[in-house]
């Protein structure tokens, strides 16, 4: 197997020129490299044959690359156990785009305070991170003196990455909430880690693709591929009608069939107030009869129904402390 070490940044940014490289598949994250993001397609590319990493500074940059194929995959953060669900992940897959979701990665989130060499937590001015990775720590953040700024930015990495170029240009002390990988990469120190108000931190991401015939049971390497009883399934729909007991009869669809839920949740359908769209993840694949059977069953009771795909959750196959310390794959040489 080939394993691609060749990174770039989102196809709108930037062209190859190498025409070998040109004919390698793309897998897109978000970026710049050190993200959470990044550790979770590192899990997902160390089973691809002939893939190149693209990293894009913005969720819906990323996504639309995948609709304008100018990328073949992407993985992108779709909820996290401490603060939910990723929302402009979950508008672009109802609102934006036609895109089908082909596995799932889930990892641990450890966070991490960083800062340049010599420097101490009193010292600090001035935080930098992503909000749901300030979210994350907010019981830790509050413990700070109160003259310390918390300032959000696009990603973890892109946090680290400001800390790390103000070490000599700016008065201000700065710090940033992020990876081990971010810190190592910009040859920063962890002054306090794992800062995360909970240890069961762990965010669930998404494998996008235009075409469902790139599940990831098919892409990876494997001698064998998971049964369908052990898929889930990703729909969004809307009621035909809004009216008593009609949430309970879509939902009756899959109680009557032992079908377990393992996610509902609502998003308002940008048409009117109090109208709203069901974002439902449910165990068993689309090719299963009783399947079919709720799929048909809730064509009746809605007026909207996207079915976003069938997929396996790709196994864990590396620690995360030799993803995050760059070991396994050699990160250092491609970020």
């Known amino acids: 197997m080939m394993i691609a070490i060749l990174t770039g940044s989102c196809p709108r940014q930037s062209k190859f020129d190498n025409r070998d490289v040109m004919n390698m598949k793309r897998l897109g994250y978000l970026g710049p490299p050190g993200t959470f993001t990044q550790l979770a397609a590192e899990e997902l590319i160390s089973r691809l044959d002939n893939y190149s990493r693209i990293s894009c500074q913005e969720i819906p940059d990323l996504i639309q690359a995948v609709d304008r194929r100018e990328i073949d995959l992407a993985v992108v953060p779709i909820e996290n156990s401490l603060e939910g669900s990723v929302n402009v992940t979950l508008d672009y897959l109802a609102h934006k785009v036609s895109l089908q979701i082909v596995g799932e990665i889930i990892l641990p989130i450890n966070q991490q305070l960083i800062a340049g060499k010599g420097i101490t937590i009193s010292d600090i001015e001035e935080i930098?991170?992503?909000?749901?990775?300030?979210?994350?720590?907010?019981?830790?953040?509050?413990?700070?003196?109160?003259?310390?700024?918390?300032?959000?930015?696009?990603?973890?990495?892109?946090a680290v990455e400001l800390v790390s170029r103000g070490q000599e240009d700016s008065a201000t002390v700065r710090a940033a909430i992020g990876s081990r990988l971010a810190a190592r990469l910009n040859q920063l120190e962890i002054i306090a880690a794992d800062i995360q108000d909970n240890d069961s931190n762990w965010t669930r991401f998404v494998v996008l693709s235009r075409s469902e015939d790139s599940r990831l049971e098919e892409l990876i390497s494997s001698e064998s591929a998971e049964e369908k009883e052990n898929y889930?399934?990703?729909?969004?729909?809307?009621?035909?009608k809004n009216r008593p007991g009609i949430l309970h009869e879509m939902l009756a669809e899959f109680a009557s069939r032992n079908i377990n839920l393992t996610r509902i949740e609502s998003r308002p359908t940008r048409k009117m107030l109090g109208d709203y769209l069901f974002f439902i993840d449910f165990?068993?694949?689309?090719?299963?009869?009783?399947?079919?059977?709720?799929?048909?069953?809730?064509?009746?009771?809605?007026?909207?129904?996207?079915?976003?795909?069938?997929?396996?959750?790709?196994?864990?196959?590396?620690?995360?402390?030799?993803?995050?310390?760059?070991?396994?794959?050699?990160?250092?040489?491609?970020?």
């Open 128 to 158: 930098y991170s992503h909000p749901q990775a300030l979210a994350q720590c907010r019981d830790y953040l509050q413990k700070l003196s109160d003259s310390c700024q918390i300032c959000r930015v696009s990603s973890t990495a892109e």
């Open 232 to 240: 889930k399934t990703s729909i969004i729909c809307s009621p035909i």
């Open 283 to 335: 165990t068993g694949h689309l090719e299963q009869p009783q399947i079919k059977e709720i799929i048909t069953g809730l064509k009746q009771k809605t007026s909207h129904l996207k079915i976003l795909g069938s997929y396996s959750r790709l196994s864990a196959g590396l620690e995360q402390e030799d993803l995050e310390e760059g070991r396994t794959h050699e990160i250092n040489q491609f970020a």
